[in-house]
């Protein structure tokens, strides 16, 4: 009989079937859509994990070799969780040996690692888990305060749009239920139960939305692919990315599948629940919804209304007061969606503004190409002369850094930076105090000779290869921000010499010092602002290394090669040198890096461009469901709300009036989230330029006004159209009829 009755009913109400279907296409749509590029986001992540770390969750540094690392591998074999267990070749030793492991059950991974540990008698230095790799999987080390939680972050965030679906579609089940609550009252008059009525509501909300769930899953998977492959078009001159292939699983679409039909279920179960606990009686006329009541207090937006509007302000808040729970998902959706989208585009016009300010605009005339040969020592080196033969080479510098300290006599100070109270006063923490003055970290940087006599003429200097330079200049923090610093002498102008000393202030010798100086090599280097940098030439280095008066290395060494062009130069021309100057390293058997300074700044800029397309389109898509919600309200309660006209109208108001206070609800739920967002944002902002010490000037030269515009025309138009549509529908009826009605409430 239920089946009869559901088929019938259907039959009948086209309209509330269109609805239901819509709802649930979207749904399905939206969670696919989420879930398929939360996937294949997670999936590319694996694989560059897997590609650039390796496939091992744990790696043990083993002190033993031969019959003992033989035993030692025997005794991890022996662990239950334990799948693989691989010596690693290349990080092994003469002395020590690197076995790497892979687990059955990664949630055990730690928990077997502790007692591999203690059967091994390790120390937790030489056990090492790939927390990296782990967590994508949500396995995190216990003992890790802050875990990585890029995987919960994006499960957050499909839950709290799961969420969101729910709200929208128990706002359009509600709509068509609440059309055919006078056949329920019928029901109920006759002996049908609460339970038989949510049954029946349940299956025709399963029969309806069973082909659209199915449809607006393959459409939202479909939607994904294309997303990747615009992502992979935007991308594809990112240099070392690997293009992303849309994959599914068998369990995600199953998931996603699941997760809509559980969706539809629980926001069709919410209203019919509460729809079949009215009384018949109430049912039989067709009682207008609860939540339609105006509220008893009056709004502070009803207040505002009525002394800007009168009468008519007064109803259009009643109105939006009454439907203040069928409107709080657009009311939040729009918010929020807003507040994203005008704080993301602030922050990245922010964060543009200061990388150009303190990178690509402070280095531009400091270098065009730049290579990077990592485990080469400077002395090695032999390609310095062919480098500054290259086509379009103007200057050439090769150098490399090391780490070392001073032995800093406390009166060697500068009388500037005595008068402002010393190293400790301006360094804080960072100031050192040894044997009565201190030990400042002193950052080596060794030029090839030929460009630390050029750089000494530049300087002012002696031009010698017996002595270094001192960048004699310290960040007077007291005094300027780190925007626009001010510097002091860092110690006396007379000073002829160092006392160089390692990381632990053991003396190393006197380094003479051909002069000091304010400026540093044009080079693309931060220096620390409380050291004292040293300049050296690659002769002076040597003849140190050959006494064996260097300090012990603190890095890896690394030789790095700086090339300027010509003024001006274009990125084709920076593309041409840096492939000059790989295929002269590639032919010399040098392995490294090499990087131009045009192409860094244009891949920086996609990079942003495409962060910003993300977020928007998660903006948009929280918009689009705030406005869905709208447009199932002005469209959906379309038999209610000619009741509520058709009152109005008897007391006298006119067509015209009645036609504003559609536009007066709409204006306010539409300039609502703009008028709180844009406060918001502009303090939002203002906290931002007072943390970076950026100039407002600046800002409000770029200030993204275009795109917030737009988006707010956007939400305007949609909402207009929304009650231009509604007006349309209610008022196009003739409610006098409704006067004639005596079930009229």
């Known amino acids: 009989m239920w089946k009869i009755f559901s088929r019938s009913d259907l039959a009948h109400t086209p309209a509330a079937v269109r609805t239901m279907a819509a709802a649930a296409l979207a749904a399905s749509f939206f969670l696919a859509l989420l879930c398929g590029l939360f996937y294949n986001a997670w999936a590319y992540e694996v694989d560059r994990i897997l590609r650039e770390e390796g496939s091992w969750?744990?790696?043990?540094?083993?002190?033993?070799?031969?019959?003992?690392?033989?035993?030692?591998?025997?005794?991890?074999?022996?662990?239950?969780?334990?799948?693989?267990?691989?010596?690693?070749?290349?990080?092994?030793?003469?002395?020590r040996s690197v076995v790497e492991l892979t687990f059955r059950d990664r949630a055990a991974v730690y928990e077997t690692l502790e007692a591999i540990r203690v059967r091994l008698d390790l120390t937790e230095g030489q056990v090492q888990a790939h927390d990296t790799l782990l967590s994508r999987y949500l396995v995190t080390d216990p003992r890790d305060p802050t875990p990585p939680l890029l995987l919960p972050f994006l499960l957050g965030v499909w839950g709290v749009m799961a969420l969101a679906l729910v709200l929208l579609l128990r706002n359009s089940f509600e709509i068509t239920m609440q059309a055919r609550l006078h056949r329920f009252g019928i029901l109920s008059s006759v002996g049908a139960t609460p339970r038989q009525l949510r049954l029946c509501l349940l299956q025709e909300a399963a029969a309806v939305t069973l082909v659209p769930l199915a449809a607006g899953t393959l459409l939202g998977f479909a939607a994904g692919w294309g997303v990747l492959a615009a992502v992979n078009r935007a991308a594809a001159d990112l240099p070392g990315r690997q293009p992303a292939v849309f994959r599914l699983h068998p369990l995600v679409v199953l998931g996603a599948l699941l997760s809509?039909?559980?969706?539809?279920?629980?926001?069709?179960?919410?209203?019919?629940?509460?729809?079949?606990?009215?009384?018949?009686?109430?049912?039989?006329?067709?009682?207008?919804?609860?939540?339609?009541?105006?509220?008893?207090?009056?709004?502070?937006?009803?207040?505002?209304?009525?002394?800007?509007?009168?009468?008519?302000?007064?109803?259009?808040?009643?109105?939006?007061?009454?439907?203040?729970?069928?409107?709080?998902?657009?009311?939040?959706?729009?918010?929020?969606?807003?507040?994203?989208?005008?704080?993301?585009?602030?922050?990245?016009?922010?964060?543009?503004?200061?990388?150009?300010?303190t990178y690509f605009e402070r280095y531009q005339d400091a270098w065009d190409v730049m290579a990077t040969l990592p485990d080469t020592e400077l002395g090695d080196f032999s390609l310095t002369d062919a480098l500054a033969a290259l086509p379009g080479v103007e200057d050439c510098t090769v150098y490399e850094k090391q780490q070392a300290a001073v032995l800093l006599p406390a009166d060697a100070q500068s009388p500037e930076l005595q008068a402002a109270g010393g190293l400790a006063a301006l360094a804080g923490s960072d100031a050192v105090p040894r044997q009565g003055g201190w030990l400042v970290e002193a950052p080596l940087v060794v030029l090839d000779d030929a460009s630390f006599l050029?750089?000494?003429?530049?300087?002012?200097?002696?031009?010698?290869?017996?002595?270094?330079?001192?960048?004699?200049?310290?960040?007077?923090?007291?005094?300027?921000?780190?925007?626009?610093?001010?510097?002091?002498?860092?110690?006396?102008?007379?000073?002829?010499?160092?006392?160089?000393?390692?990381?632990?202030?053991?003396?190393?010798?006197e380094l003479p010092l051909l002069g000091?100086?304010?400026?540093?090599?044009?080079?693309?280097?931060?220096y620390d602002q409380y050291a004292l940098v040293l300049f050296w030439p690659q002769s002076l280095w040597q003849a140190w290394g050959q006494e064996n008066r260097l300090p012990?290395?603190?890095?890896?060494?690394?030789?790095?090669?700086?090339?300027?062009?010509?003024?001006?130069?274009?990125?084709?021309?920076?593309?041409?040198?840096?492939?000059?100057?790989?295929?002269?390293?590639?032919?010399?058997?040098?392995?490294?890096?090499?990087?131009?300074?045009?192409?860094?700044?244009?891949?920086?800029?996609?990079?942003?461009?495409?962060?910003?397309?993300?977020?928007?389109?998660?903006?948009?898509?929280?918009?689009?469901?705030?406005l869905a919600n709208v447009f199932l309200n002005t469209l959906g309660f379309v038999g209610q709300r000619r009741r509520?006209?058709?009152?109005?109208?008897?007391?006298?108001?006119?067509?015209?009036?009645?036609?504003?206070?559609?536009?007066?609800?709409?204006?306010?739920?539409?300039?609502?989230?703009?008028?709180?967002?844009?406060?918001?944002?502009?303090?939002?902002?203002?906290?931002?330029?007072?943390?970076?010490?950026?100039?407002?000037?600046?800002?409000?030269?770029?200030?993204?006004?275009?795109?917030?515009?737009?988006?707010?025309?956007?939400?305007?138009?949609?909402?207009?159209?929304?009650?231009?549509?509604?007006?349309?529908?209610?008022?196009?009826?003739?409610?006098?009829?409704?006067?004639?009605?005596?079930?009229?409430?």
């Open 57 to 95: 969750q744990a790696r043990l540094t083993l002190p033993c070799t031969g019959a003992a690392l033989t035993e030692s591998l025997e005794t991890l074999e022996q662990f239950a969780q334990v799948d693989t267990v691989t010596l690693n070749g290349e990080l092994s030793g003469p002395e």
């Open 644 to 745: 509520e006209f058709a009152r109005y109208l008897s007391l006298g108001m006119t067509p015209r009036e009645l036609r504003s206070l559609f536009w007066i609800e709409g204006s306010v739920l539409a300039l609502r989230p703009l008028v709180i967002t844009l406060p918001l944002t502009a303090g939002l902002v203002a906290l931002m330029l007072r943390a970076s010490y950026l100039d407002p000037a600046l800002f409000l030269a770029e200030a993204p006004v275009l795109p917030v515009v737009l988006f707010a025309l956007l939400i305007l138009v949609s909402i207009a159209l929304a009650y231009a549509l509604g007006a349309r529908k209610v008022l196009g009826a003739d409610l006098t009829e409704l006067l004639k009605d005596d079930s009229l409430p």
């Open 260 to 357: 809509a039909l559980l969706t539809v279920l629980v926001s069709a179960w919410l209203p019919a629940r509460r729809l079949s606990r009215i009384p018949p009686l109430e049912a039989l006329r067709g009682a207008a919804r609860a939540d339609l009541v105006p509220h008893r207090q009056t709004s502070l937006t009803t207040r505002l209304l009525a002394a800007c509007f009168g009468i008519r302000g007064e109803l259009a808040g009643n109105a939006l007061s009454a439907r203040k729970k069928s409107l709080r998902i657009a009311r939040v959706s729009l918010l929020l969606s807003f507040l994203g989208f005008t704080a993301m585009l602030c922050f990245f016009t922010l964060s543009g503004i200061s990388t150009r300010l």
């Open 516 to 526: 000091l100086t304010d400026t540093p090599p044009n080079l693309r280097e931060e």
């Open 552 to 626: 012990a290395p603190a890095r890896d060494p690394e030789v790095l090669v700086r090339l300027l062009g010509r003024e001006g130069i274009s990125q084709a021309e920076c593309e041409e040198l840096q492939a000059a100057v790989s295929a002269l390293l590639d032919g010399a058997g040098y392995a490294g890096t090499v990087e131009n300074r045009l192409t860094e700044r244009a891949t920086n800029d996609r990079m942003i461009q495409g962060a910003e397309g993300i977020l928007g389109a998660f903006c948009l898509l929280l918009a689009s469901i705030g």
């Open 454 to 509: 050029h750089f000494c003429e530049v300087a002012g200097l002696p031009a010698s290869l017996d002595g270094a330079v001192l960048l004699n200049r310290v960040w007077d923090s007291l005094h300027s921000n780190f925007r626009s610093r001010q510097y002091l002498p860092f110690v006396q102008s007379g000073t002829a010499s160092l006392t160089l000393a390692d990381a632990d202030g053991a003396p190393l010798g």
